[in-house]
């Protein structure tokens, strides 16, 4: 079952962050995988569209439930509500299985299940605060995070907490990493988690603003002489870049921990080390687009890196693994092609 979940279920449901997973060595595979699984199950509850709001942050707190040692019949419930009516195939199989996953949760070994528990609760808290924060999807209305602070707090909760857990999970598996200091590791950990989801905050502003949520500030975009609603527009990019400058540097400031965090993995962990190298490779990649993209308000361009360009992205940092200078130097190559944004 746990294989199936890793080249099966994981698969549909994430391809990038399955060759994450896939590459790691077998004693993270579980609890790294499993984690996401539960919070891939979570996002399915609170983006679908097939049932309430309100039923949705129900189906949440059960899971959530679960998580605080309640028993696992939850799950036929929301496999039950969810499962039959979902339109894409993976994430219907991943709500059906559920109670599989479940069951591989509890034979692991405590400290893994306590674990896997606050990592999932505190991403889950942050879904809860989408579903209460932002008007339905059909509502024809715009709510925005107030300041940066309530962005800096939301990529916590959904993205930098789970660099928290990746470190605790490799401390524990892996000897080569014990001796990490793991106060600074976790907090790189933050920033590499609030990196990357930045990167789908500044990617994704069109998208989300017409499911009624803009992730931008509004007292930034106030000092701007604009309101969320503006942004519907794509003539608006010149008007907010600035603000979309500030938000890509510290998106920047994010990386360079996270690269930091992949440079301290020792050279014998190599899985390791690409597992953390390949998200922020390909996340460069993608904010260099984001940062020349003429038409980044607009929901008919979205930003995309092809496949091919991700696979030879992965290709060349495996053959550089082994060296710290050769594997920053491809960080670096990446970086530059954001020009002065520091």
Same mark, same amino acid.
């Given at each position: 079952?746990?294989a199936d979940l890793l080249s099966g279920i994981l698969k549909g449901v994430s391809r990038s962050f399955y060759l994450s997973v896939a590459i790691l060595p077998r004693s993270l595979r579980t609890p790294i995988g499993l984690a ?13 569209? &097939? ?26 419930? &929301?496999? +039950? ?17 559920l109670d599989e996953c479940l069951a591989i949760y509890c034979g692991l070994p405590p400290e893994d299940r306590e674990r896997i528990a606050r990592v999932v609760l505190t991403l889950t808290d942050g879904m809860r605060k989408d ?10 209305? !715009? ?9 800096d707090r939301y990529t916590y909760l959904v993205a930098g907490c789970a660099g928290e857990f990746w470190t605790a999970v490799c401390m524990a598996h892996r000897p080569g990493l014990a001796r990490w200091d793991a106060a600074a ?25 017409? &499911? ?24 608006? !990019? ?14 920047? +400031?994010?990386? +360079? ?11 014998? +962990? ?19 687009? &984001? ?42 190559? !990446? ?8």
């Open positions: 079952m746990t996401y699984l539960f919070a891939r199950a979570a996002d399915t509850i609170a983006d679908t569209k &097939i049932v309430s709001r309100a039923e949705r942050l129900e189906h949440l707190e059960t899971l959530r439930g679960f998580f605080r040692g309640a028993g696992p019949a939850g799950a036929l419930r &929301i496999r +039950e509500a969810l499962a039959p009516r979902q339109t894409t195939p993976a994430e219907a199989e991943l709500v059906s299985r579903l209460t924060t932002f008007p339905g999807e059909d509502e024809g209305r !715009l709510a925005a995070l107030e300041t940066k602070a309530d962005l590791m976790a907090a790189r950990g933050v920033r590499f988690g609030k990196g990357l989801q930045m990167t789908n905050v500044l990617r994704d502003v069109p998208r989300d603003l017409r &499911i009624g949520r803009c992730y931008l500030p509004r007292q930034d975009l106030r000092r701007l002489g604009l309101a969320p609603e503006d942004l519907l527009d794509p003539a608006c !990019l010149p008007k907010v870049r600035p603000l979309l400058s500030d938000l890509l540097r510290l998106t920047l +400031e994010h990386y +360079e921990e996270g690269w930091a965090y992949t440079m301290a993995i020792p050279r014998p +962990e190599a899985q390791i080390r690409l597992a953390c190298a390949w998200p922020l490779l390909i996340g460069l990649q993608t904010l260099a687009r &984001i940062a020349h993209a003429p038409n980044l308000l607009d929901p008919e361009c979205p930003v995309k890196i092809p496949r091919p360009a991700v696979y030879r992205l992965m290709a060349r940092s495996g053959l550089a693994v082994f060296s710290n200078r050769v594997l920053t130097h491809h960080y670096a190559c !990446l970086r530059s092609r954001l020009g002065t944004y520091r």
